[in-house]
C-alpha cells in the first residue's frame, strides 16, 4: 500500500531532551516536507527537500533540522525541544516539485513539558 | 512571500451547495490545489487548477482565477461526512516552499 508513515503518533517529552520523528515513503517521491499544525494557523512548513542531499527551509525552521540520506526518508530532528515546539506534525510527499498533490503522514502530536 | 485567505468557518445543511473562498496574494504558483481534514487526522488532496477556470470530480470542483487572485472550493449535495477542515494551498514555482491558508471548518448540519 503506498504510504506516508511517520513515527510516532504521539510523544511527551521534557524541554532540551533531543528527540527525532521519522518519516518514511513508499512511492518513490523526490519532494518530501514537514509542517507543523497549530490551533487556528493552518500547516506551516518547517523544512522541505526536494531530493536526496537537497533540504530547504520553509517558514517556521527554526529549532528544526532534518536530513535527505536516501529518498524515502526525511527525518525531522529536534535537537533542543522547548514547549513552543508542542505541536502537531505532519510529514507530506509528492512525486515532483511542482505542484502534484502531496500525500500527507498520520501525524504525530507532539508534547514538550 | 505567499499568503492565502479563508473564512475561519462555514455552515451548511444537509444536501445544500456551499461555497469555500480562497483569496492570495503571491509572487509565481504552480496552481491552487485543496485539502481536506477531518478532526486532526490526514489532510488528504481533493482539488488542483493550475489553469484558470473550473475543475470537477464528483460533488466536489474548484475554481481559479489567477487575473483576480481568487480561487474557490465549491461542494454540492453537502453530507454529514463533509464536515471538515479545507485547506487551499500553492507551491512556489522558484522553490520547493508551499503554503498553506489558515483553514475553514465547514459544519454540516441536519
Known amino acids: 500500500e503506498a504510504q506516508v508513515t511517520q513515527n510516532p503518533r504521539y510523544l511527551i517529552t521534557v524541554t532540551g531532551k533531543k528527540l527525532t520523528v521519522t518519516c518514511s515513503q513508499n512511492?518513490?517521491?523526490?519532494?518530501m516536507s514537514w509542517y507543523r499544525q497549530d490551533p487556528g494557523l493552518g500547516l506551516r512548513q518547517i523544512y522541505y527537500?526536494?531530493?536526496?542531499?537537497?533540504?530547504d527551509k520553509g517558514d517556521v525552521p527554526e529549532g528544526y533540522k532534518v536530513s535527505r540520506k536516501e529518498k524515502r526518508n526525511f527525518p525531522l530532528i529536534l535537537e533542543s525541544p522547548s514547549p513552543n515546539q508542542t505541536s502537531l506534525y505532519f510529514c507530506a510527499s509528492s512525486p515532483r516539485q511542482n505542484n502534484s498533490p502531496l500525500h500527507f503522514g498520520n501525524g504525530t502530536r507532539l508534547t514538550v513539558t | 512571500g505567499q499568503s492565502l485567505e479563508q473564512p475561519s468557518e462555514v455552515t451548511a445543511v444537509e444536501g445544500a451547495i456551499v461555497q469555500i473562498n480562497c483569496t492570495y496574494q503571491t509572487s509565481g504558483f504552480y496552481g491552487l490545489s485543496w485539502y481536506q481534514q477531518h478532526d486532526g487526522g490526514a489532510p488528504t488532496f481533493l482539488s488542483y487548477n493550475a489553469l484558470d477556470g473550473l475543475e470537477e470530480t464528483g460533488r466536489f470542483s474548484s475554481f481559479l482565477s489567477r487575473s483576480d487572485s481568487y480561487g474557490y472550493l465549491l461542494l454540492q449535495e453537502l453530507q454529514m461526512k463533509d464536515s471538515a477542515s479545507y485547506f487551499c494551498?500553492?507551491?512556489?514555482?522558484?522553490?520547493?516552499?508551499?503554503?498553506f491558508g489558515d483553514g475553514t471548518t465547514l459544519t454540516v448540519k441536519p
Open positions: 494551498a500553492v507551491r512556489a514555482t522558484n522553490a520547493g516552499k508551499s503554503t
Open positions: 527537500s526536494m531530493n536526496v542531499e537537497v533540504t
Open positions: 512511492m518513490n517521491h523526490e519532494y
